[in-house]
């Protein structure tokens, strides 16, 4: 049967003004560490022991087993000219934009590495321009950059050419540039509009300039713009935080990101200038997250899950509705998760059942893209109970559903008692209210949406104790 001809995924519905989207004896239990699943494996279970070698043969498996297969890139730009303090990105803040052409020397580098194993003018269907702050490049060095990637790569006609923008180093002529270059989907960074807390977190920058911004991006003929959102943030308030939903919403992004701020000073830096006393409480959290999400709902918004909103006539919408999402580095996305090249210092690709992360450090990047070598500092090749599971959790995190038949029909086995675990747990979700277990199917319900990281938890077989979420963010 077609996905398209699957039943529909359940909505979550906007609730009375007496029930919580997040009920507190839900919240209790279920609010623990999390993974955002972008991955599974996720990123911190690559090792040293995958390596340059490594990511060699698989690009070389890659040409001799699907060479024409579209690929997705993925390029990153770790610069910013100012440091915000919630960070916890790998970005170099720097005011000397002069350093921004040995970077890109390198990434012409590694784009030559990588002609060499995959050959000429594969086809592409995504490109991702993120950072650090793509914008930090000047136009004539994203002219650059984006030529080196069309003389090595074949772009499809319909690919998807995206890139953050950081609204303070952009303007009306930069996005018609960009628009020039080819990019057709933009990203702004906002997080929040309040006056105090953008001087909290050290990023000002004004509703009217990014107002100015998104009508430019309307007239230049942009395919999509999305806005992200952090709440969380320190001097945040549910009546600040609501102010600033209702200016997201007048702008009318065709997407909306709404990430959890995770306050990790021992592992960020930059949060160290944040006052802990300044940050909102739980309960607070919860109520903005619940004022975001009633806001975004009532204003003619989907909630695709997890931080992802978009306009219910957005592609992404109606590929919820069909059961037809796909999840990558990126986050939600319309496109099947194809294999990624990732170039620049820290990027994370994925090459057949491999994952690869490059150099987290200028200097380590530049050693080996210079010395003709991949950057590859660390990775994982998955072993087929990784592959299994990772197809369960994108079933959960995308479709809402898992197919018991078509899980043993792709990897022969027998779905209930390989994950038999698994499923008396998903028995307790199912008394929660949080998925339908039925025969040969679980089906998350429209309230288990808001705790779906929960639900795919359970399938991860690298979270065997509490000890080892540790490093991962809450999940509200
Ligand atoms: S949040 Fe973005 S712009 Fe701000 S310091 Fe981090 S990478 Fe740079």
């Given at each position: 049967m077609q996905a398209a001809l699957r039943p529909l995924i359940s909505e979550p519905p906007a609730p009375a003004a007496s029930e919580p989207f997040f009920p507190p004896q839900l919240l209790a239990r279920l609010d623990k560490n999390g993974p955002r699943y972008t991955s599974y494996p996720t990123a911190d279970r690559y090792h040293g022991g995958f390596g340059e070698q490594d990511y060699r043969q698989a690009l070389q498996q890659r040409r001799a087993v699907t060479p024409d297969e579209p690929l997705s890139l993925y390029v990153h730009i770790p610069f910013c000219d100012s440091v915000c303090y919630y960070c916890a990105c790998n970005k170099v803040v720097t005011r000397h934009h002069e350093r921004a052409a040995r970077y890109l020397d390198a990434l012409a580098q590694e784009i030559a590495l990588h002609v060499r194993e995959l050959g000429a003018g594969v086809p592409v269907s995504q490109l991702h321009f993120g950072g650090g702050?793509?914008?930090?490049?000047s136009d004539d060095e994203l002219t650059r950059l984006m030529q080196d990637l069309r003389a090595s790569f074949r772009f499809e006609p319909e690919a998807e050419i995206s890139i953050e923008v950081d609204p303070r180093t952009a303007t009306p002529a930069r996005l018609a540039h960009l628009r020039q270059l080819g990019f057709n989907r933009l990203s702004f960074g906002v997080q929040d509009f309040d006056p105090k807390v953008q001087v909290a977190v050290h990023r000002v920058q004004s509703f009217d300039d990014v107002r100015t911004l998104m009508q430019s991006a309307r007239a230049l003929g942009y395919d999509s713009v999305n806005v992200d959102l952090i709440y969380g943030?320190?001097?945040?308030t549910t009546e600040s935080f609501t102010r600033t939903i209702s200016q997201v919403v007048m702008l009318r992004p065709d997407r909306i990101a709404l990430y959890a701020y995770a306050h990790l000073p021992e592992r960020f830096k930059p949060q160290r200038r944040i006052n802990d006393a300044d940050l909102p409480d739980r309960a607070t959290r919860v109520g903005l997250l619940s004022s975001a999400i009633d806001g975004f709902l009532q204003q003619g918004y989907t909630y695709i899950g997890m931080d992802h909103f978009a306009l219910n006539t957005d592609a992404l919408a109606i590929a919820k509705q069909r059961g037809e999402l796909h999840r990558n580095f990126q986050g939600y996305s319309t496109q099947p998760d194809r294999d990624l090249v990732a170039l620049g210092v820290s990027a994370i690709g994925r090459i057949g059942n491999t994952y690869s992360q490059n150099a987290k450090g200028l200097d380590a990047y530049y050693a080996a893209i210079e010395s003709g070598q991949f950057a590859v500092e660390r990775g994982l090749a998955l072993n087929a109970d990784d592959v299994v599971r990772r197809e369960v959790i994108m079933d959960i995190m995308c479709q809402g559903r898992v197919d018991f038949a078509r899980i043993e029909a792709r990897h022969g086995l027998r779905f209930g008692d390989y994950f038999s675990r698994e499923l008396l747990q998903m028995a307790n979700l199912a008394e929660l209210g949080l998925v339908n277990l039925r025969a040969g199917e679980v089906q998350v319900t429209g309230l288990g949406w808001y705790f779906v990281r929960a639900v795919a938890m359970a399938f991860d077989g690298y979270l065997r104790s509490v000890s080892t979420s540790a490093s991962y963010s809450r999940i509200i």
């Open positions: 702050t793509p914008t930090f490049l943030l320190p001097l945040q």
